[in-house]
């Protein structure tokens, strides 16, 4: 079974400060997905990535994909109150295989 | 932009009961997922579906769940003889074939009783 580790589980942090948070697993992917979900709303695509070592950014947003396909990170920079939400990792295999997802990381950013 | 729209939202039932819940995925689209979401917990994968039939299911999908697609745009989840437990939010989602994004509605939270 192959499992995604988020971490951390939990972060408050406050406007203007930046911030990783992790995706790892003992298992390869053939590419790393992440989304954003809001309180009573589906979780909405961020980025995929796809390469081993892949960086894609997306604003103040910078995604990495570990080299062996196995992790990412997301970085925020100057984080913004908007940012607060729950940030899922989910892995998927061939192309329309079930993603495995993550637990997520809670972000609050207070003002 | 297209959306997958499900309802209802929010579904009350007691124990025991059946559930229908519903789904029109995006028009175009091929490949369709149920997830589900224990409060707390991580999304989980139940059931896709192509083609008119089952393509995968995972071990949470039992013979208490079935899925249908009726006719050619609604995507329906339906849970036979509910438990306590069920009480989730359900998501569907829906993609175009190969490395293209998971599109996912907004859930319909199954409160069992």
């Known amino acids: 079974t192959q499992l995604l580790e988020q971490s951390p589980q939990f972060l408050s942090i406050q406007e203007g400060e930046n911030l990783t948070v992790y995706c790892n697993s003992s298992?390869?992917?053939?590419?790393l997905q992440w989304y954003r979900q809001e309180p009573g709303v589906g979780p909405v695509l961020l980025v995929t990535?796809?390469?081993?070592?892949e960086v894609k950014k997306l604003k103040r947003l910078t995604f990495q994909f570990g080299d062996a396909r196995k992790d990412s990170s997301l970085h925020i920079t100057a984080a913004q109150p908007g940012d607060t939400g729950l940030y899922l990792c989910?892995?998927?295999?061939?192309?329309?295989?079930?993603?495995?997802f993550g637990k997520g990381t809670r972000l609050s950013v207070i003002a | 932009e297209p959306e997958v729209t499900q309802t209802p939202s929010h579904q009350v039932t007691q124990m025991g009961q059946e559930v229908i819940l519903h789904c029109v995925p995006i028009?175009?689209?091929?490949?369709f997922y149920w997830y589900r979401q224990i409060l707390g917990q991580k999304v989980e994968f139940l059931v896709s579906?192509?083609?008119?039939?089952?393509?995968?299911k995972s071990e949470i999908f039992d013979d208490q769940f079935s899925v249908e697609r009726p006719d050619g745009s609604n995507f329906t989840l339906k849970i036979r003889s509910t438990k306590l437990e069920d009480s989730a939010m359900y998501f569907c989602?829906?993609?175009?074939?190969?490395?293209?994004?998971?599109?996912f509605g907004n859930g319909t939270r199954l409160t069992v009783t």
């Open positions: 989602a829906s993609k175009l074939p190969l490395r293209t994004p998971l599109h």
């Open positions: 990535v796809v390469t081993g070592g």
């Open positions: 298992s390869v992917f053939s590419s």
């Open positions: 989910a892995g998927g295999n061939s192309g329309n295989t079930p993603l495995v």
């Open positions: 028009s175009n689209h091929l490949y």
């Open positions: 579906f192509y083609n008119n039939e089952i393509s995968e």
